[in-house]
């Protein structure tokens, strides 16, 4: 860790495999933050338990999840790269911080509330504090910065109210986060409902692309993608279905919405489609083919997570202990 560099961290739940929302909206970013930020990132399994999971799945889910961030470029000779339930600090602090949180600020969650209506037979008090979790994972390490898609943004105020809260009670402490949202591509939507946000836990499989899905399906579901009954590929309030695609395809090929108008001016929406299609299958091939190597080398993957989950209990030790301390509680000596 070099000192002279600000702090990025960020988690990403093991619940199946990254959909295109997922990578365009925060994993992507993951990797050139390297180069610019010390970073810790997580695979964050205890937040994955709020909705109940299969134990055999979410294992699987977590190994690959881990493997899939490495493909994606996470590089743990450079990042903290470790699973959220190995670092104890995280549920230590969590519970610190539910003693800062007001029931109120939770109440107001939109996650909360969107996912108790979807789980409403599992309503359960781990759905309710998720936030505070969240907050725990990033002032563990004072982060200064959190890439994120912007449905975690509310998340990310109620983090920055709460170590607020923390810091006028015991005297300052925490950095209060900011949050890294791009530009483009922050909320990538539904390719079934393009007014809904891509999620991996859509029940229709078209609506959504999957960062290990093959060329042919990637193609197949853009060309079933929903539009509109004009022809015109450009970027204008109302045409959800093309904005989409015209936000993916700009963030994957770097063109900007002007020149994705110019190149397809005088082409139906059937081009443009398979054109996006292309582009994605091409941009996440090679992400295919270094999970598939990854994923074969078990003993590796092993030895970066308990490498990962060392460097960041003795990072994230340092500022529970002083949070232990500054709350009252009595030193173990
Ligand atoms: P689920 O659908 O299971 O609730 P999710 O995909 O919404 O999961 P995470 O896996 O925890 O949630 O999300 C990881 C990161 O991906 C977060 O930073 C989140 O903001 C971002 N993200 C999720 N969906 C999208 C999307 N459609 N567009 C942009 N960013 C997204
Ligand atoms: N809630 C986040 C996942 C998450 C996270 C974090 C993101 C858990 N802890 C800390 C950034 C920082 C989500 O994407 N659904």
Not at 77 to 93: C, D, M, P
Not at 104 to 110: A, D, F, I, K, N
Not at 216 to 242: L, N, P
Request: glycine letters at 6%.
């Amino acid at each position: 860790m070099d000192k002279d560099r600000k702090l990025i961290f960020s988690g990403i739940q093991p619940t199946g495999t990254f959909t295109l929302g997922n990578y365009i909206g925060a994993v992507r970013n993951w990797k050139p933050l390297q180069e610019e930020y010390n970073c810790v990132y997580c695979v964050v399994d205890m937040h994955a338990i709020t909705v109940r999971q299969d134990p055999i799945k979410l294992r699987q889910n977590t190994m690959n999840a881990y493997a899939l961030l490495m493909a994606c470029g996470v590089d743990p000779q450079k990042s903290i790269l470790f699973i959220q339930s190995h670092v104890r600090t995280h549920a230590e602090l969590s519970w610190i911080l539910s003693c800062n949180t007001q029931f109120g600020e939770l109440s107001r969650m939109t996650q909360f509330k969107d996912k108790s209506q979807r789980h409403a037979d599992d309503v359960n008090a781990g759905l309710f504090t998720y936030p505070v979790l969240m907050a725990a994972d990033i002032l563990a390490y004072n982060a200064d910065l959190v890439p994120v898609g912007i449905d975690q943004k509310q998340h990310l105020e109620l983090a920055r109210n709460v170590a607020q809260r923390f810091n006028q009670r015991y005297g300052e402490f925490f950095t209060l986060p900011e949050p890294y949202i791009p530009d483009v591509g922050a909320k990538v939507m539904s390719l079934q409902e393009p007014t809904k946000k891509m999620s991996k836990s859509d029940e229709n499989p078209n609506a959504c692309i999957l960062i290990l899905d093959d060329k042919d399906t990637i193609i197949r579901k853009f060309k079933r993608a929903v539009t509109d009954s004009e022809s015109e590929v450009c970027y204008r309030e109302g045409k959800d279905g093309i904005n989409n695609l015209m936000s993916i395809y700009s963030t994957i090929t770097g063109k900007d919405f002007d020149s994705i108008t110019s190149e397809f001016a005088g082409k139906g929406y059937g081009d443009f489609k398979l054109a996006v299609g292309e582009a994605v299958a091409d941009h996440l091939e090679p992400i295919r083919t270094e999970f598939a190597r990854l994923s074969k080398d078990k003993a590796y993957l092993r030895e970066c997570y308990t490498d990962g989950a060392e460097k960041a209990l003795k990072y994230s030790q340092r500022i529970v202990s002083k949070v232990y301390r500054k709350v009252g509680f009595v030193d173990k000596t």
